[in-house]
């Protein structure tokens, strides 16, 4: 293998930004200033750290225009998070990629597209949600449907005001402690019973990211409810190291994650045992 595919940029903390206990919005640049990040929504980079290891983390920011800086979202959960949890801003740190297939940006023109996310997985749909929001009339009708623990837990809470000209958002906290500016309603329970409410799109597609037992309830309820099984879209997560599929850590069925995905449509994934089984 080229020893130019495990090549890494350097790159510069230039800024964090604390979205949940947990959680931080990290803005880096690249140390060369001719240097871009060209991504769509839904790829991912490695993020490398000198001695310590790598992390595949999906872009965060806009993929609008190639750009000398970028975001990423990252729960703490590990060593290498924590790790970069404690980078002082202007600490230098490597990235490789982006890497994988992201969402289906190209079929969704002109379509109805739901967005359902739990938790941390709202991260993965930043990007796109940026560039919907940029490219205001490029799908017909956008519908954010995202669950949480409650509002203390909930990422980008200060972007839904900016994304609801063109995002309908809909809210599900397991505990509704308080009130979340910027979403049309928010409901207390699952999200998966904000996909039975009368104002969600039937004739959409939709795209599912979270915790794996979150993304088998949901992907049940839209076939329960008649959508498409080639209308809808899933990211899955799983132990990376290459990012191009050679160590094959990544590996399910006949796909790897970090070159086939991240990001799957549903109709791919439902023969595969123990990815998302469905009615089990």
Avoid at 109 to 122: Q, R, T
Wanted: with cysteine; glycine share 8%; proline share 5%.
């Amino acid at each position: 293998m080229p020893k130019k595919q495990y090549k890494t940029e350097e790159i510069v903390l230039s800024k964090k930004s604390k979205l949940t206990e947990q959680a931080y919005l990290y803005t880096f640049k690249f140390k060369d200033p001719k240097k871009k990040l060209k991504f769509t929504p839904g790829q991912f980079v490695m993020l490398s750290f000198a001695g310590v290891g790598e992390a595949p983390i999906s872009v965060a920011s806009s993929s609008r225009e190639a750009s000398n800086t970028f975001e990423l979202a990252v729960q703490n959960v590990g060593v290498l998070t924590e790790y970069l949890k404690n980078c002082p801003v202007g600490k230098v740190l490597g990235i490789r990629g982006p890497y994988g297939h992201g969402w289906p940006v190209d079929k969704i023109k002109g379509e109805n597209l739901i967005v359902i996310a739990g938790g941390c997985g709202l991260a993965p749909f930043r990007a796109l949600i940026k560039y919907l929001v940029e490219e205001k009339d490029y799908a017909k009708k956008i519908q954010l449907l995202y669950g949480a623990k409650d509002s203390q837990n909930m990422f980008f809470k200060k972007e839904y005001q900016d994304w609801a000209e063109v995002v309908e958002t809909h809210f599900a906290l397991d505990t509704k402690d308080q009130e979340v500016k910027g979403c049309v309603s928010l409901d207390e329970g699952l999200v998966t019973n904000l996909l039975e409410k009368d104002y969600v799109e039937r004739d959409a597609y939709a795209h599912v990211c979270g915790p794996p037992i979150m993304a088998k309830f949901v992907i049940e309820k839209l076939l329960e409810l008649g959508y498409d099984e080639e209308k809808i879209f899933v990211t899955l997560e799983r132990r990376m190291e290459c990012g191009f599929g050679v160590c094959q850590h990544c590996a399910i069925g006949p796909y790897y994650v970090c070159k086939d995905g991240p990001v799957f449509c549903y109709k791919k994934l439902k023969s595969i045992p123990g990815i998302i089984e469905v009615g089990t």
